[in-house]
């Protein structure tokens, strides 16, 4: 499926009501309070942010925190908005959730897609409806030019926006705004688009409307049932979490990818994919995988607890993926990936350059 219908969005006129879908009202006002308080938990910046601009809609008086408010100030407020997260709950002081997560919101996609493939094609469909302009975000989009062939081989041409994207000091709108007037070849702006708004936003989407994400329980039949096949096969070795933590493995392009985790709090996209195929591979059941595969983000990832990281870890098991012969021990029909084939792909030196 090629991806170049995502460049028409810079061509499309904002849609009439810019928070449609957006908005979820879950309590009345305080008929006593004065002002408007916005809770910024997702989206932390004033600029460029949809979330604030609705609160604006609701009151002339509007007050920001990103962190938790305090006992005075929702006392005064007569309206409480607070970003809707799909991995996070809603407060009990909010009145309004605000879906500003994504170029479609979340519900514009009725029910958990599939795949990348089923989710670009409704996307596309939806764009002229939901796409909003933006002034753009002040970025250095250096990285994008040679993106499309060089983002799996080199950190160099990856954006590292994860983490800003994750607190919401970047906002998706004035990212997809600069990108798409950067001037960049159009395959780096596709292939960079493909990332982060398809597969970003089929992890909400797989976030907000399946509840088990955080588990096996969301993976396809085939894949739990594969896995379930090989559940008994021989693990060899089989490390502990401390020793994977600590980066302790025989195996020196695992380890890399660990210490990435460790010294920056984020690590290389094509690395991530192996690092977690790995840990299946060396752990006593899947589901112990998943946990460390978890664990290991809550406590070291600076963009973890995010909606990626839900659909980065279960990819690793199969999730919005395909079956793939031949049928190997311990994965089954689960795609397989090989530390020595990832030594060729990416430059490690360039890893390893990030650690100094
Ligand atoms: C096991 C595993 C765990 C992961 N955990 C996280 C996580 O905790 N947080 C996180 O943000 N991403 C996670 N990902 C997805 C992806 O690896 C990272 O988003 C990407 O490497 C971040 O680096 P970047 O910003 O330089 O990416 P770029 O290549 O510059 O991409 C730009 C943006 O697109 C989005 N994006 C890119 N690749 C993906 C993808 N495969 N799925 C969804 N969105 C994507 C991200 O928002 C990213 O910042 C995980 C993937 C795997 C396989």
Redesign the pocket.
Known sequence: MPTHRLLPLSRLRASGDPYALRVTQVREGNARGGMVLYHARAARRTRNNLALDFARTLGKNVIVTDGEPTHAQLARARYVVVDEFPTLPTPDYATHLFDGNGILPMRAMEKEQYSARFFRDRAFRLFEQFWIGMPTARVDLAFLDGYARL?NRTPKH?????VA??TGELGIHELVAAVLRSGAPEEDVEA?LE??II??EL?FNLCHYNPRYDSLDALPAWARKTLDEHRSDRRKPVYTYDELERAATHDEVWNLAQRQLLVTG????YL??L??KKIIEWSATPEEAHRT?VRL?DVH?L??R?P??H???L??FGKHDRPWAPERPIFGTIRWMSSEQTARKVLLRDIEALLH
């Open positions: 983002h990856t954006s590292g926006f994860s994207l994750h960079f990332q982060a597969r970003r992890s984020t690590m290389h996209g991530r994919m690092w977690g595969m983000h990832a963009d973890g995010d990626n990281t659909a980065g870890i990819w690793c």
